[in-house]
């Protein structure tokens, strides 16, 4: 019923930017948080940046100063700058949305968008 799709997503070389856009389809709901997840090859998927519906953000340190989440939960849409990007940021970044604070609600995911930066 939900779906999530991510854009924006290509190949760059070191130094260089790109932004990510998400946005959900479907049903109709509001997130009360979304973030930036990615999956490096060979490693598990890890948290990038978050955006709670008060507009409070996190950030990995290995992205703070270099990524900007920004967005409207209750439009349900995110993006991600990313500015400064080194080869280590290579792998497949996934947008997510929580849909409430209990533990058994729904987390929803988008399909996944390749970034790869080459040095």
């Known amino acids: 019923q939900v779906q999530l799709a991510e854009s924006g997503g290509g190949l760059v070389q070191a130094g260089g930017s790109l932004r990510l856009s998400c946005a959900a389809s479907?049903?109709?709901?509001?997130?009360?948080?979304m973030g930036w997840y990615r999956q490096i090859p060979g490693r598990q998927r890890e948290m990038v940046a978050t955006?709670?519906?008060?507009?409070?953000?996190t950030y990995a340190s290995s992205v703070k100063g270099r990524f900007t989440i920004s967005g409207d939960t209750a439009k349900n849409t995110v993006d991600l700058q990313m500015n400064s990007l080194t080869p280590e940021d290579t792998g497949v970044y996934y947008c997510?949305?929580?849909?409430?604070?209990?533990?058994?609600?729904?987390?929803?995911w988008g399909q996944g968008t390749q970034v790869t930066v080459s040095s």
């Open positions: 479907g049903s109709a709901f509001r997130s009360i948080a």
């Open positions: 997510n949305s929580k849909s409430g604070v209990a533990i058994e609600s729904p987390m929803y």
């Open positions: 955006l709670n519906s008060r507009g409070i953000t």
